[in-house]
Nanobody, 120 residues
């Protein structure tokens, strides 16, 4: 059994900052890609940022220069530092991890989500 749990969401004023964390736990052999997605009101879930492989990052155009994704492999944790937040960043943010378990199964694991609300 493996899971990922997000934390760090909340209410912030436009221009402010938040840092999201996502910790993976369970019967983990290793973790490949990790990333953050979001789903705003009336929108489809979209990629925000990911680390598909060591030393590589991807960002949505809408967050480039404002958000930074990072990863602590020793802690099986991925972070999303969000600066200069805008009201349009309001969404539920989901963590995703592609995990190989100790029984060598590959799982695509999603967290429950954490709400980020940016007020104008």
């Amino acid at each position: 059994q493996v899971q990922v749990v997000e934390s760090g969401g909340g209410l912030v004023q436009a221009g402010g900052s938040l840092r999201l964390s996502c910790a993976a736990s369970g019967n983990i052999f290793n973790i490949n890609a990790m990333g953050w997605y979001r789903q705003g009101p009336g929108n489809q879930r979209e990629l925000v940022a990911s680390i598909p492989s060591p030393g590589s990052t991807n960002y949505a155009d809408s967050v480039k220069g404002r958000f930074t994704i990072s990863r602590d492999n020793a802690k099986n944790t991925v972070y999303l530092q969000m600066n200069s937040l805008k009201p349009e960043d309001t969404a539920v943010y989901y963590c995703n991890a592609q995990i190989r378990t100790t029984s060598l199964r590959y799982l695509d694991v999603w967290g429950q989500g954490t709400l980020v609300t940016v007020s104008s």
